[in-house]
Nanobody, 117 residues
């Protein structure tokens, strides 16, 4: 239900835009996010955006990345600039919301981002 695109190989200092298309869910109420997992490391939060557009970022990407969403198109994007080799990871799209006492959580399959010269 979450399909990422836009990953690839980019040189240090370059830019990349990741996109995630959601289907089969009522998109608006979900908090959408991007997480990443580098080899041998735990999955970590990169950025999130609520249904009304409130955002938060991991400190390491603040000022270099912008998360945005289109509630009409059911998409969320992550624009990453000034990329560094340490940004290399598999990037995952996430959708989460609470319904009553339940937490509903979806993940995409991931897209590889490699920053290398």
């Amino acid at each position: 239900q979450l399909v990422e695109s836009g990953g690839g190989l980019v040189q240090p200092g370059g830019s990349l835009r990741l996109s995630c298309a959601a289907s089969g869910i009522m998109f608006g109420p979900y908090e959408m996010g991007w997480f990443r997992q580098a080899p041998g490391k735990q999955r970590e939060l990169v950025a999130t955006i609520t249904g009304i557009g409130s955002t938060r970022y991991q400190d390491s990407v603040k000022g270099r990345s912008i998360i945005s969403r289109d509630n009409d198109e059911n998409t969320v994007a992550l624009q990453m600039n000034s990329l560094k080799p340490e940004d290399t990871a598999v990037y995952y799209c996430n959708a989460v919301r609470t319904i009553g006492d339940a937490v509903v959580n979806y993940w995409g399959q991931g897209t590889q981002v490699t920053v290398s010269s």
